[in-house]
């Protein structure tokens, strides 16, 4: 096991050719400087602790966290959902605004996601960005469960593990290339002799790597615990819930959760984190209703199979079963979402109305009840009234970005482009890193004919998704637009050379890894 096993293995070999990439780029650095791996070892890289972060700026450590993005992005298994996007970063806020020193000395501005994924795992990406599983959030019985594996993953990041990765990473490397020196030198005199040198000089940088890890883990277990106290949240559910990933090694012998395999819980650190939560009064902490609602929305994101939708069906019908009033809701949202996908709106309104009714009446508006309704009366070519209810739930969720994607869809629906390109623009000056408010900008311009502008908005969709070369296309449309101004000829231009200049560099980057 090593500290790659910090991401997924499906993201890992992303991972890995960065990492790959900056070892070999110190190494030629280090032989264009004409110095030996063991004297530029004792000039240059750090040894233990804390210096190791020293290898990874805060700016770079984020710039490479955003690259990384760019590709999970486009992974078909990113979840790109608002409900469960802003669920996620809702929650995660919540844990962190209770630590603020917990975002890092880097005070980064974190971003929570979910991957469609049968495996219960979770990861931290350089930068402040921690994925999550789905299946994770199923299997979680609680929201303390599930804020202790968020506050673990923030622990890593807050650690500035990943930075003090590369830093072992980069003396590690330096292991294998004088092994491969020595063992070049003794290959004259034994094969076997060379041989023993190279696995020798391997496994010791092996035996690093895994040593390192096994303290992170712990560091971030700590961290992640000051975290759930702070916020309020049952510190026994980290306990709980690692618990019941460890007992199912033993009923399912080799099916390891992916969350154990990434994450090794050894006995001691079982143990450590008995002992830190021993002296903690329990906090009983009910679960929100959003909670069991995004878990209910999750069940049918996951398996869209046929399969799938028959398991999601008898998971809301147990819901039902269970007679409490969240898990009640949840079923019925659950048999909305369902209805929904099979095109039958009138029932999905339906079962909608009957979610609602199940709200008491001291309980506030919810959201993602209230997105499930715009949508639907979208779907059913109810554009005045799916204006009227996105207004009234703006008014409630002024802070709600999945809202305020709807409000713009309605008012498009609606005829109203021009109100949705005033609402558009207001918020891509607010949220400039959403290709989804560039994206409705373009709709909204190209269906008032305005084809420059329409091409300008979708090169900023393409950019901010990271392909720069679809940008640049988009660009050159815009160019040759016959309605182009000389104003925005000038911002075409300007767009133009930064987006070159981009491009150019992440080319270099490429050939040279």
Known sequence: MNTLSIFPHKFRRIWQLRAIATAMLSLSCFIQAGLSPSLASAQNLPTLGDTDRQ???????????????????????????????????????????????????????????AVRDPSLNAFALPGGFIGVHSALVLAAQSES????????????????????????????????????????????????????????????????????????E???????????????????????????????????????????????????????????????????RADSLDFHLVRARLRLLQDGSVQG????????????????????????????????RQRDIDRAQELLGEARAALPQAMKPNSILASLSIELKLAANQSAEAVREAEAARAQFPLSRGITHLYADALMAAGRNE?????????????????????????????????????????????LEGSLSSALDQLNLARRAPDATFYEQSLIDAREREWQSRFKEEMKESRSR
């Open 309 to 340: 939708l028959r398991e999601a069906a008898d998971a809301y019908d147990g819901l039902l079963a269970q007679k409490s009033r969240n898990a009640t809701i949840a079923g019925k949202y659950g048999q909305a979402l369902l209805a929904f």
């Open 55 to 113: 290898e990874l700026s805060p700016i770079m450590e984020r710039r490479l966290g955003e690259e990384i993005m760019r590709d999970v992005r486009r992974d078909r298994d990113y979840l790109n959902d608002p409900v469960v996007v802003e669920y996620l970063n809702n929650f995660g806020t919540k844990l962190l605004s209770a630590r603020p020193d917990a975002r890092g000395e880097a005070g980064y501005d974190f971003f929570f996601f």
């Open 145 to 216: 469960e599930l804020a202790s594996v968020l506050s673990h993953e923030i622990g890593h990041v807050a650690q500035r593990h990943i930075a003090r990765m590369l830093g072992r990473q980069r003396q590690d490397a330096l292991l294998p290339l004088a092994g491969l020196i020595l063992a070049a030198l003794a290959s004259r005199a034994s094969g076997d002799a060379s041989a023993a040198l190279l696995m020798g000089s391997e496994g010791v940088a092996l035996q690093r790597q895994l040593n390192f890890s096994r303290d992170a």
């Open 218 to 284: 712990r560091e971030a277990d700590r961290v992640g615990l000051q975290i759930m106290k702070d916020a309020g949240f049952d510190t026994s559910g980290m306990i709980a819930f690692f618990g019941r990933m460890q007992n199912s090694t033993r009923v399912y012998g080799d099916g390891v959760p992916a969350f154990l395999r990434s994450h090794p819980l050894t006995t001691e650190r079982i143990a450590d984190i008995q002992d830190r939560t021993r002296n903690l009064r329990y906090r009983q």
């Open 419 to 463: 109100d949705a390109i005033r609402l558009l623009r207001d918020q891509v000056l607010l949220y400039r890193k959403e290709p989804e408010l560039q994206e409705r900008l373009a709709k909204a311009y190209a269906a008032q004919g305005k084809l420059a502008l329409q091409h300008m908005a979708l090169a900023e969709t393409y950019a």
